[in-house]
């Protein structure tokens, strides 16, 4: 079995969304300099690196990340790959001809191409999002969870309704994803989220499976 390991590393590097806290993790005691042991300090808002939003993000008394289905964040998934598109709107999730028991869904896009670039840190407006007739089209097919290789599942210039749909839904959705050479196909998807009491959303560890 092959794993694959699609969460960014987190560092002060990390871009944020414009308005959120910045990153900052840094030593405050260390071993090596003569301290009794290495501890370090992180400083962001719960946002940060690879992370899901639950549905508290946009929605009104929505599900916090604590009491989120844990079902929901671990099992089969499919990675697609559209390095053409510059929205993921229904006419091209038509275009993938899914399976019917697609459950969980994770959308390669030209945007992991930035975590490879030396000026990954600088926040992009350009990438690539589901814009809200994507949203309706994930909704009304009975997916769960859909992912996406950049900081928010929605085009820069239409953040919000896309949110409202999916999360409206109950539709997790994992943001910031690394997908640069994965293959599109079937995999198992293990999404562990910090279990944040009340929280919006959180960091989380996600990882991919396949039989190779």
Same mark, same amino acid.
């Not at 549905?55 to 916090?64: A, D, E, L, V, Y």
């Not at 929901?72 to 038509?94: M, N, Q, S, Y």
């Not at 490879?116 to 690539?128: E, K, L, P």
């Given at each position: 079995?092959?794993?694959?390991?699609?969460?960014?590393?987190?560092?002060?590097?990390?871009?944020?969304?414009?308005?959120?806290?910045?990153?900052?993790?840094?030593?405050?005691? !260390?071993?090596?300099?003569?301290?009794?042991?290495?501890?370090?300090?992180? !400083?962001?808002?719960?946002?940060?690196?690879?992370?899901?939003?639950?549905?508290?993000?946009?929605?009104?008394?929505?599900?916090?990340? !604590?009491?989120?289905?844990?079902?929901?964040?671990?099992?089969?998934?499919?990675?697609?790959?559209?390095?053409?598109?510059?929205?993921?709107?229904?006419?091209?999730?038509?275009?993938?001809?899914?399976?019917?028991?697609?459950?969980?869904?994770?959308?390669?896009?030209?945007?992991?191409?930035?975590?490879?670039?030396?000026?990954?840190?600088?926040?992009?407006?350009?990438?690539?999002?589901?814009?809200?007739?994507?949203?309706?089209?994930?909704?009304?097919?009975?997916?769960?969870?859909?992912?996406?290789?950049?900081?928010?599942?929605?085009?820069?210039? !239409?953040?919000?309704?896309?949110?409202?749909?999916?999360?409206?839904?109950?539709?997790?959705?994992?943001?910031?994803?690394?997908?640069?050479?994965?293959?599109?196909?079937?995999?198992?998807?293990?999404?562990?989220?910090?279990?944040?009491?009340?929280?919006?959303?959180?960091?989380?560890?996600?990882?991919?499976?396949?039989?190779?």
């Amino acid at each position: 079995m092959s794993i694959f390991d699609i969460t960014l590393p987190v560092s002060s590097a990390l871009p944020v969304w414009p308005g959120d806290p910045a990153i900052h993790f840094y030593r405050i005691a !260390d071993v090596n300099t003569g301290d009794m042991c290495t501890l370090s300090r992180l !400083d962001s808002g719960s946002h940060l690196g690879t992370h899901l939003d639950a549905p508290r993000h946009f929605i009104k008394n929505g599900q916090p990340v !604590d009491q989120l289905d844990l079902s929901v964040l671990i099992g089969p998934c499919r990675v697609v790959h559209v390095p053409d598109a510059e929205v993921i709107d229904a006419a091209l999730l038509d275009t993938l001809h899914l399976p019917a028991d697609t459950t969980r869904l994770l959308f390669r896009t030209r945007n992991s191409d930035i975590w490879a670039r030396a000026d990954s840190g600088i926040f992009r407006t350009d990438y690539v999002g589901i814009d809200p007739s994507g949203a309706e089209w994930i909704v009304e097919r009975g997916l769960r969870l859909v992912g996406i290789d950049y900081m928010s599942i929605a085009p820069f210039a !239409d953040t919000i309704r896309p949110h409202q749909i999916l999360l409206g839904a109950g539709v997790i959705a994992v943001e910031n994803l690394n997908l640069s050479g994965i293959r599109p196909g079937a995999y198992q998807l293990i999404c562990l989220p910090l279990k944040l009491q009340d929280g919006d959303g959180a960091p989380a560890r996600v990882v991919l499976l396949r039989d190779e």
